[in-house]
T-cell receptor
Framework: AQSVTQLGSHVSVSEGALVLLRCNYS??????LFWYVQYPNQGLQLLLK??????LVKGINGFEAEFKKSETSFHLTKPSAHMSDAAEYFC?????????????FGSGTRLSIRP | DVKVTQSSRYLVKRTGEKVFLECVQD?????MFWYRQDPGLGLRLIYF???????EKGDIPEGYSVSREKKERFSLILESASTNQTSMYLC?????????????FGEGSWLTVV
């Protein structure tokens, strides 16, 4: 069965430090890949997505992610964490190319920022 | 900007009550979804619809039904609410493949069943 694994349910970094949130998916078939962010008491907001083309994708708020097919990974990074980055982050994968294709979400990683 | 509006942010219902969660999107999207979010479990798909009056079961449809009579509106129905349905419910929509399959989410509805 297709799945998405986010390593670490909780990640804590210091303000100004590198942020690395890990995501691996279960198939070697090139999928659509997404990262979403959820701030407290809000819905999910798209950070970035990979569809085709360049494997390094830049998103909002200084985040970026790299699609590595050989490693079936799509890790999210930000060079310097800010207090406002504290939120929950979800990796998601879509297989197939029809409009009815389902998106599978990871279980989420809560990011905390230490002053 | 795409707007997905969920009619109720916070609800408290009694066990056995029939519960309606309403969702409206303003971007003429074909696809609409209902997810349930629980700590440590991420988002789980309850139902989705890719056209008016069309619906498909997601991963956890038991105890739920849906209705899509108009393109912009997708309702989630709990026929007889139970305490294990206490959760955050997220509605979402997408234009599908033509837009890169991006899903847009509402703010969520917190349901407590007592």
């Amino acid at each position: 069965a297709q799945s998405v694994t986010q390593l670490g349910s909780h990640v804590s970094v210091s303000e100004g430090a590198l942020v690395l949130l890990r995501c691996n998916y279960s198939s070697s078939v090139p999928p659509y890949l997404f990262w979403y962010v959820q701030y407290p008491n809000q819905g999910l907001q798209l950070l970035l997505k990979y569809t085709t083309g360049a494997t390094l994708v830049k998103g909002i708020n200084g985040f970026e992610a790299e699609f590595k097919k050989s490693e079936t990974s799509f890790h999210l990074t930000k060079p310097s964490a800010h207090m406002s980055d504290a939120a929950e982050y979800f990796c998601a994968v879509m297989y197939g190319y029809s409009s009815a294709s389902k998106i599978i979400f990871g279980s989420g990683t809560r990011l905390s920022i230490r002053p | 900007d795409v707007k997905v509006t969920q009619s109720s942010r916070y609800l408290v219902k009694r066990t056995g009550e029939k519960v309606f969660l309403e969702c409206v999107q303003d971007m003429d999207h074909e696809n609409m979804f209902w997810y349930r979010q629980d700590p440590g479990l991420g988002l789980r798909l309850i139902y989705f619809s890719y056209d008016v009056k069309m619906k498909e079961k997601g991963d956890i449809p038991e105890g739920y039904s849906v209705s899509r009579e108009k393109k912009e509106r997708f309702s989630l129905i709990l026929e007889s609410a139970s305490t294990n349905q206490t959760s955050m419910y997220l509605c979402a929509s997408s234009a599908g493949y033509s837009s890169g399959n991006t899903i847009y989410f509402g703010e969520g509805s917190w349901l407590t069943v007592v």
